[in-house]
């Protein structure tokens, strides 16, 4: 049913994965912006190409639809007037891009109302590929290999699950749900894409991201990706994500699983985050 939007987001974060390595492979100037959140955050002047790039490409592909891009100001009356959002995050992982240790992702979201319905991730300096869209299953690309299909783990014992976890970011909140959880091993990335990638891969099993930092550009597609795998995100209090409201802000963090440990975790959640004083916010739609 989306097949010729997938086939279009593809070659559309391919060609902005390129232009992100032409600047990774020169000196990299970092700057500070004020985020959607009002705290300051890293960018680059390989942010603003790609989104320019990327923008550009959907718009003259669909003009129909709205698109919502971190590194672009967002009209948030004429995107919620449209049907279908393309939501983008040029480069996610803009610290690791700086740091030059390769974990960074172009993320390319399609929401269709609230529902996120197609996504790309492509990871430039590592050649991998992830895409979905709905109903048709989860595929991985390593280089030049043949797409192969992905699908979660069935691991239901906490004890046993290796927990994806953030390299740039890493918080006492975290340490305690760590803690709390007895996971058996972390693997530490960068990239909100690229960790949902692993759980889709059966590299690890669980993200947990209590920060109510990141935004709908650091969920759309990789959400979409992980649920075709089998998977589940939310956020941490098991409550779904729309992607048809003004607010961008995941204020209640994130949670991502292989699907079958999602309603444990939350439950495993409660109190921890409770302890911690991390309580729901309530948002306007």
């Known amino acids: 049913m989306l097949q010729t939007e997938l086939r279009f987001t593809i070659d559309t974060a391919r060609e902005a994965g390129n232009l992100i390595l032409e600047h990774y492979a020169r000196e990299i100037i970092a700057e500070e912006k004020l985020g959607a959140d009002n705290f300051y955050e890293p960018v680059t002047a390989a942010d603003r190409d790609a989104s320019a790039l990327i923008v550009e490409r959907i718009a003259a592909a669909y003009p129909d639809d709205a698109v919502l891009s971190e590194e672009a100001a967002d009209d948030s009356e004429t995107r919620l007037s449209k049907r279908r959002s393309w939501i983008v995050d040029p480069i996610d992982g803009t610290a690791g891009f700086v740091k030059k240790d390769g974990d960074f992702s172009v993320q390319i979201g399609l929401a269709d109302g609230p529902e996120a319905v197609l996504g790309v991730v492509f990871m430039p300096f590592h050649n ?129 699983t292989n699907g079958i440990s999602h309603d444990s975790a939350v439950e495993h959640l409660k109190p921890v985050l409770s302890q911690l004083g991390r309580y729901r916010v309530i948002t306007a739609k």
């Open 128 to 256: 991998v590929l992830y895409y979905s869209s709905k109903g048709d299953g989860a595929f991985a690309i390593h280089g030049d290999s043949e797409p192969v299909p992905m699908h979660v783990s069935d691991q239901r014992d906490f004890r046993e699950m290796r927990l994806a976890l953030t390299k740039n970011h890493y918080s006492e909140k975290m340490a305690a749900i760590i803690e709390a959880f007895g996971f058996a091993s972390k693997v530490r990335r960068g990239s909100v894409g690229l960790k949902i990638g692993l759980i889709a891969e059966q590299e690890c099993d669980i993200y947990i991201h209590p920060s109510p930092r990141t935004k709908l550009w650091d969920t759309c597609a990789p959400q979409i990706i992980l649920e075709e795998a089998g998977g589940k995100l939310t956020d941490l209090f098991g409550s779904p994500f729309r992607y048809d409201i003004a607010d961008v802000q995941n204020h209640n963090g994130i949670l991502a």
